[in-house]
């Protein structure tokens, strides 16, 4: 047998070397391979029980497990169908077969069998309805937006995620911005009664980047407070270690079971409790109306379940309005009974709590800088006793750690 000549490998004569030819002008940003959809409109779900489908796993979509996948490219298919299709082997991930709780990473390819989708809502109009005034309350919460990424002005006693009793909150409000199971997720937390800034990320790559921006501390928290009282020293440093009380989450509508103290409400302990979890927050007098209260703008490093309210009454001095941290005062206890200490009428029964400022890096370069107007019930009190919003935030020299 003839064996074909070997390829000598060599270019023709006149063509320059791959390294060395001249490159076309190209675009600056790299054309992909595929037009890239906006990151809160993930691709359309294919039609059900047309035949086999294959699709791609997509950028936004890497380390997504495959029942969520599934949840987010056909909403409409129950569980347990999904459960049948990948048990029995109709559904395989580059050939091979898989489980639901298999993670998937981009480029790869999903078959999907034909498939049922489980019958519409009952009353889709009521929903839209409802998804729209939803939709709306959010836009109207917006202080910055881009393509990745939004920040809201939480509102004071609106929840951030659901709960025993909580039927609305900001996180089953995002729901309306969804498409195709895909939504903005939440990247931290604010108190019910804490209004102020909140960052919600518009897909899953850049909630995992946030996250880790968080976890690392690199973003900059910024909290205004009213608080009873002058904390002495005027600035300072708060180290504690904090932990669950006893029915910590038994009940989320704020009424103790028996016996038991306020379910919702952290406590001081020691090192080496179970559970217990170090806190660190600085904090610096902005102004004050000696002896009555003081303006505060904390900065904490952690971030703990009611750090900052826990903080405050544990340096004697708890925030305006704070229901379940309020200190121990006694009923002759010149706070109380002093008209110089005792706060005036006027003043709202609200927690008086902002989150005010958030610094950070932007996943996709820059850094992000976003600050909150104060809640009514606060403008009410700083106008009450002459407090002027604009005026140095003595809070910006302090540490990052």
Do not use: C
Not at 77 to 98: A, E, F
Not at 235 to 249: D, E, N, T, V, Y
């Amino acid at each position: 047998m003839t064996r074909p000549p070997a390829r000598s490998g060599r270019r023709p004569p006149g063509r320059p070397s791959p390294a060395l030819a001249r490159p076309k002008p190209a675009p600056a940003k790299p054309k992909p391979p595929r037009p890239e959809p906006e990151p809160s409109s993930p691709p359309p779900p294919p039609p059900a029980g047309t035949g086999v489908q294959t699709l791609t796993v997509t950028e936004d979509e890497g380390e997504m497990r495959l029942d969520r996948w599934f949840k987010r490219r056909l909403p409409n298919l129950s569980l347990g169908h999904l459960n049948k299709i990948v048990r029995t082997g109709q559904v395989r991930v580059d050939g091979k077969r898989v489980e639901t709780s298999t993670r998937l990473w981009p480029g790869q390819i999903v078959r999907i069998p034909p498939v049922k989708a489980e019958a519409p809502p009952a009353s889709p109009a009521v929903i839209k309805a409802v998804s729209e005034a939803d939709a709306r309350a959010i836009k109207d919460m917006v202080l910055f937006e881009d393509k990745w990424l939004m920040v809201l002005n939480k509102p004071f006693g609106l929840a951030v995620q659901g709960g025993s009793g909580t039927k609305r909150h900001i996180d089953g409000m995002l729901e309306s911005l969804g498409e195709h199971g895909d939504r903005p997720r939440l990247v931290h937390r604010l108190d019910r009664d804490t209004s102020g800034v909140l960052l919600i990320a518009k897909t899953r790559k850049i909630a995992a980047d946030l996250g880790e921006i968080f976890r690392s501390r690199q973003a900059r928290k910024i909290y205004w407070a009213i608080v009873h009282g002058v904390p002495k020293p005027t600035q300072g440093r708060i180290s504690l270690f904090l932990a669950k009380g006893a029915g910590m989450g038994d009940d989320r509508s704020g009424r103790a079971p028996a016996g038991r103290k306020d379910p919702e409400r952290m406590r001081i302990a020691k090192h080496g409790e179970e559970d217990a979890q170090h806190s660190i927050t600085y904090y610096a007098t902005v102004d004050k109306v000696a002896p009555r209260l003081a303006w505060l703008s904390m900065k904490p490093i952690t971030g703990r379940t009611h750090q900052l309210r826990a903080h405050a009454e544990a340096i004697g001095n708890p925030m305006v309005g704070d229901p379940k941290y309020k200190g121990d005062i006694a009923e002759n206890d010149p706070r109380r009974t002093d008209p110089l200490r005792s706060l005036p009428s006027g003043i709202d029964n609200k927690l008086h709590l902002v989150a005010r400022r958030l610094i950070l890096p932007h996943p996709k370069g820059g850094i992000l800088d976003v600050t909150a107007p104060l809640p009514d019930h606060m403008r009410k009190t700083f106008d009450l006793f002459g407090f002027d919003a604009k005026q140095h935030d003595p809070i910006d020299d302090a540490p990052e750690e």
